[in-house]
């Protein structure tokens, strides 16, 4: 629901012209785009967009890497189509629009990098999908990570803009 609203909202607020979800499996790929095609159809987001202070309403196509990205898409696919060496439509459609796309990363914690190595540099040490995150050609302005694992090892992750637990949730509070 969240990775969905935050999409929705920077549609509708003409933030963006495209929303790019990424995630770590083919499964986590086919459960969310399978819930988004639901959401692009239920009756009460509709609704919930029909308030005249919304500016832009349109339905987004929910599509895959596999059609070309348009604007008012929301393309949503496994982190290992953004490989240079894997066929995708990201460089073709994605190319020098990073300013209009929002990305959002499913599963963030698979972006962290893992603890130095000697002699690595910074880029060597970079995760595949955090190198396609901060490529150049791309310049992607907005990007959001979720996760319910924000560490690796024993470090946590430093740029968390809200943190809500397991056990906050199974007691309801917010």
């Given amino acids: 629901w969240v990775i969905y609203g935050i999409a ?13 979800v990424l ?4 499964t986590v790929r086919t459960e969310l785009k399978n819930k988004f095609e639901k959401f692009v159809t239920n009756a009460n987001i509709q609704a919930a967009l029909a308030d005249p202070s919304i500016k832009i309403k349109f339905i987004p196509r929910v599509i895959d890497s596999s059609s070309t990205i348009k604007n008012g898409d929301i393309c949503i696919d496994n982190v290992h189509k953004t490989y240079s060496h894997v066929t995708s439509s990201f460089e073709d459609s994605l190319l020098n629009k990073g300013s209009r796309t ?7 914690h698979h972006i962290m990098n893992p603890d130095a190595q000697s002699g690595s540099t910074e880029k060597q ?5 955090k190198k396609f995150l901060v490529e150049q050609k791309f310049d992607f302005k907005y ?5 319910g694992t924000p560490y690796m090892k024993d470090e946590y992750a430093t740029d968390v803009i809200y943190r809500y637990s397991l056990m906050q949730g199974m007691e309801g509070d917010l």
Wanted: net charge negative; proline share 3%.
């Fill in 23 to 26: 995630t770590p499996s083919v």
């Fill in 125 to 129: 040490k970079m995760k595949e999908w």
């Fill in 102 to 108: 929002l990305v959002l990363n499913d599963e963030a």
């Fill in 8 to 20: 929705q909202i920077m549609f509708s607020e003409g933030a963006v012209d495209q929303v790019l």
């Fill in 143 to 147: 990007i959001v990570g979720f996760t």
